[in-house]
C-alpha cells in the first residue's frame, strides 16, 4: 500500500522510528508530511522521513484556522501526486478533513482524551481507531485498544537501550545527579483551555533544584534570559538517552512525562491535562507523580523528595517497570501487523478484542 502520514508532534516521529521499517520490509511505500515545531522536522530529517514541509502553524484559533485551510490544499495537492491507499493519522486534523473529502480509508492513532475538537472530525470518518486500554473514551464502534503504552514503541527494552556515553556529551561524571525539567508552549489544539507553570514557579524549580543537582531545560520556545542558560543542547534524537540517565525529570509536559515513566525514571507531571495514561502509569504502576499545576508547591516537594531517596527509589521503580513491561504488548509488532494486515486487521480485532494480547512481550 502507499501510505501518507502526518507527523505533528516528536512523539510522532519516534513512533514511526520503528514502525515504518517493518512495514517497508513488507512492500509498502510510506510518504511524510511534517510540521515544523519545536524539533519535530529535525527528527523527520534525522530518521530520513523525506517529504512534504508544511511549516511552523498557526497560533490562537483564528490564526489555526487560516492554517488549517491553507494545510488542507497542500494535502489535497500532494494526494492528487502521490494517490494513496491508506491515510496513517496520529489525530491530525488535517487528515481527518482529507479523508471525509477524499474518502481514503484512514487509521487513527490516539491517546490524549483532551483532543475533543480533532476527535469530533476523524472519529465520524475513521477506518479505525487504535487506542492504548487505558484511553478513556469512546468515539467509535471501530475503536480498537492494545494493552501498553505508544511510548513503548520507542522505549520498551526492546528497542531502546541507555547508552552512558551521553554523560559525555552532557559534561557530568558517573553518578553525578542531574535533573531534567520540561515546560511547554500551551499551543496545541487540546492546550487552549489550560495554562501552564508560571514564569515565577520555572525560577523557583530551578533555583530549588540548582542546590541539589545540576539542572537542565527542555522547552518549546523561548526561554527567559536567566534561564536560557540551561536549555539542552542536545539533539533531539538523544533526548531519551539524557532522559535514561536522569535523576529526575519534571514539568508540563505529558508525553515526556510518561517516556521517563516507561524508563523507570523518577518522574513528576505538573499540569491539569490528565491523559489517560497519564493517570494508568500512576496509580496502576506507581511510575510516576502527577499533580495539577494548583498543586505546585507539592510537585517541588514531592521532586526534591525523589532526588532525595536516590538510588533506592529506582531500584523500586526498575521493579516496577518490569512488572509494567511484563504485562504490556509489543507495541511496534501489534501497531505494524495492524495497519499491514488492514483491512483484516480491523476484522480480527472486531471478532476478538483481545486479540493484541497475541504480541505480549
Known amino acids: 500500500m502507499k501510505i501518507l502520514t502526518d507527523i505533528g508532534h516528536a512523539k510522532n516521529a519516534y513512533i514511526l522510528k520503528t514502525i515504518v521499517p517493518q512495514l517497508i520490509a513488507k512492500g509498502h511505500e510510506f ?14 530529517q534525522a530518521f530520513g522521513f523525506e517529504g512534504l514541509d508544511r511549516g511552523k502553524g498557526g497560533n490562537g484559533l483564528i490564526g489555526k484556522f487560516i492554517y488549517l485551510i491553507k494545510t488542507d490544499f497542500q494535502f489535497l495537492k500532494l494526494v492528487k501526486k502521490t494517490k494513496p491507499d491508506l491515510l496513517l493519522s496520529f489525530a491530525s486534523p488535517y487528515l481527518a478533513n482529507l479523508a471525509l473529502l477524499t474518502k481514503i480509508p484512514m487509521i487513527v492513532f490516539d491517546d490524549t482524551e483532551q483532543n475533543w475538537v480533532v476527535q469530533k472530525i476523524y472519529s465520524s470518518c475513521s477506518a479505525a481507531i487504535v487506542v492504548p486500554s487505558c484511553f478513556g473514551k469512546t468515539l467509535s464502534r471501530r475503536q480498537f ?56 514557579e520555572k525560577q523557583e524549580l530551578v533555583a530549588a533544584f540548582s542546590g541539589m543537582a545540576r539542572v537542565y531545560i527542555s522547552a518549546e520556545g523561548e526561554l527567559p534570559a536567566g534561564l536560557a542558560p540551561l536549555r539542552l543542547m542536545t539533539p533531539s534524537e538523544r533526548i531519551h538517552q539524557v532522559m535514561a540517565h536522569s535523576t529526575l525529570v519534571l514539568g508540563e509536559g505529558a508525553t515526556m512525562a510518561a517516556e521517563a515513566a516507561v524508563l523507570g525514571v523518577p518522574s513528576v507531571y505538573c499540569s491539569d491535562l490528565r491523559p489517560g495514561y497519564i493517570s494508568d502509569l500512576e496509580k496502576c504502576h506507581g511510575l510516576l507523580r502527577s499533580f495539577t499545576h494548583h498543586d505546585f508547591q507539592a510537585a ?44 483484516k486487521s480491523i476484522k480480527s480485532m472486531t471478532e476478538d478484542p483481545k486479540y493484541s494480547l497475541k504480541f505480549l512481550e
Open 300 to 343: 517541588l516537594a514531592s521532586g526534591k523528595e525523589f532526588l532525595q531517596q536516590g538510588e533506592a527509589l529506582r531500584q523500586a521503580l526498575s521493579k516496577r517497570r518490569e512488572k509494567m513491561l511484563s504485562e504490556s504488548i509489543d507495541v511496534v509488532a501489534f501497531l505494524s501487523w495492524f495497519v499491514d494486515q488492514f483491512p
Open 145 to 200: 485498544s492494545f494493552d501498553g503504552y505508544f511510548e513503548l514503541a520507542y522505549l520498551s527494552s526492546r528497542y531502546f537501550q541507555p547508552d552512558p556515553s551521553i554523560l559525555k556529551e552532557l559534561g557530568l561524571t558517573v553518578g553525578e545527579k542531574f535533573v531534567l525539567l520540561r515546560f511547554v508552549s500551551w499551543q496545541a489544539v487540546h492546550d487552549l483551555s489550560h495554562r501552564g507553570l508560571t514564569l515565577e
Open 31 to 44: 510518504h511524510f508530511v511534517y510540521r515544523d515545531k519545536e524539533h519535530t522536522k529535525q527528527l523527520c
